[in-house]
Nanobody, 128 residues
Framework: QSQLVESGGGLVEPGGSLTLSCRAS????????IAWFRQAPGKERQGAAC????????KYEGSVEGRFTVFRDDAKDTVYLQMNGLTPEDTGIYFC?????????????????????WGQGTQVTVSP
């Protein structure tokens, strides 16, 4: 059975760093678009970063561009989200999600309904 498991969340001071992990089982991450979404308290879930199947092309939401880096380790079937320069506005639950891309090369997006597999989420809290 395919599943995603996130880890690496926690409490960090403003300006600090965290690296989240999203480990996949039941499929190979290089054949899937993997996206990181986040949901702040009282707000809708929105995309933060994603990495495209095979090519490894990446996309970032504007407020995290230059601070967050998404990358994957195909041998470990794990996708990471390295987060630097964290601010309180980055606080929320972070989810990874996947959608298989077995056909022609595509580019990952933040279209939530298109992602069929979701992890349970990991809490990130940025506070003094």
């Amino acid at each position: 059975q395919s599943q995603l498991v996130e880890s690496g969340g926690g409490l960090v001071e403003p300006g600090g760093s965290l690296t989240l992990s999203c480990r996949a089982s039941g499929f190979s991450v290089d054949w899937a678009d993997i996206a990181w979404f986040r949901q702040a308290p009282g707000k809708e879930r929105q995309g933060a970063a994603c990495i495209s199947a095979r090519s490894g092309g990446t996309k970032y939401e504007g407020s995290v561009e230059g601070r967050f880096t998404v990358f994957r380790d195909d041998a470990k079937d794990t996708v990471y989200l390295q987060m630097n320069g964290l601010t309180p506005e980055d606080t929320g639950i972070y989810f990874c999600a996947s959608r298989l891309q077995l056909g022609a090369q595509t580019v990952c997006t933040f279209n939530i309904p298109s992602y069929v597999r979701w992890g349970q989420g990991t809490q990130v809290t940025v506070s003094p």
